[in-house]
């Protein structure tokens, strides 16, 4: 949970040389500052498009599958990936806790670094994770050293176990793997914002740009997305969408959104008084 006690007057103005969200706003993982809160998903990107999508989408942390990074083969993602870059090796393919952690060290071994983004999932239909495997996993990792961000469900139980298991940040689906559906479970996510004193990086069925500053809005501190970028018309154009929408609704939530009137409208301009005698 980030409690942020900033306005845009003193957080705003200053932008590095990308175009990336102000160095006096940045997202803390595992010690290390991120201007950027956008997180870009890299597995379903042909390696061609990587560096373009990277550049438009202003990034500094990117995930890759390990199968993506096999090393001395013709065709190596890490080839692809700009220096200065924080690699965030995900255990996709992993069915439990054991898995998870083997293929984190091998990623380790490949000189991905010490971030590791836990996904354990045996559904094969809906990819749902398994949440309490997902928290075995953490425990395991960060007690060796990883910065671990576990991919889960959004339950407030397993986040609270996932924060004494040493997670770095709570990584809560908003929907679906791949659905792009948006934020069905934006319930449970305002709840995890509230309670957990870790960040919540919402991952998984952003869909689209409107959906990532939807989520930015209501407090969450980054947006991973993948699906909705990769299956786009023109990929570097709609990573670059995603970056400003991420930047507009963090923006949103750290100005205050304006009150909400249920019943009726409320004039922001005097709309009697001013054809008055007196006037």
Not at 73 to 90: A, H, K, Q, R, S
Not at 159 to 167: D, S, T
Not at 239 to 248: D, G, I, P, S, W
Request: with cysteine; hydrophobic share 45%; glycine share 12%.
């Amino acid at each position: 949970m980030e409690k942020e006690g900033h306005s845009l007057s003193t957080v705003g103005g200053q932008h590095d040389i990308a175009g990336q969200w102000p160095i006096a706003d940045p997202l803390v993982l595992g010690g290390k500052a991120f201007g950027s809160r956008f997180i870009l998903g890299s597995g379903k990107f042909s390696l061609k498009d990587t560096a373009a999508v990277i550049e438009n989408a202003g990034v500094e942390m990117v995930t890759l599958a390990l199968r993506r990074a096999n090393e001395g083969g013709e065709e190596n993602i890490l080839d692809f990936m700009p220096e200065g870059l924080t690699l965030l090796p995900n255990t996709s393919g992993a069915r439990n806790a054991q898995e998870a952690v083997r293929i984190a060290r091998l990623a380790r071994e490949l000189g991905c670094g010490d971030f590791v983004k836990v996904e354990v999932i045996h559904d094969s239909k809906y990819l749902m994770p398994d949440n309490h495997e997902t928290v075995k996993a953490t425990e395991a990792l960060a007690g060796e050293g990883f910065v671990v961000l576990p991919y889960f469900y959004p339950d407030l139980i397993a986040a609270r176990e996932l924060a004494r298991a040493g997670a770095a940040a709570v990584m809560p689906l908003g929907s679906p793997i791949g659905s792009n559906k948006g934020l069905l479970t934006k319930y449970f996510i305002e709840m995890l914002i509230e309670e957990i004193e870790l960040p919540v990086i919402v991952d998984a069925g952003i869909g689209c740009p409107s959906q990532a500053c939807e989520a930015m809005e209501i407090g969450v501190a980054a947006v991973m997305a993948n699906t909705a970028i990769a299956t786009a018309g023109d990929v570097a154009l709609m990573a670059r969408a995603f970056r400003l929408a991420v930047e507009a609704g963090r923006a949103a939530y750290l100005a205050g959104l304006g009150r909400v009137m249920e019943r009726h409208g409320v004039a922001s301009s005097p709309l009697t008084g001013f054809l008055s005698r007196d006037n």
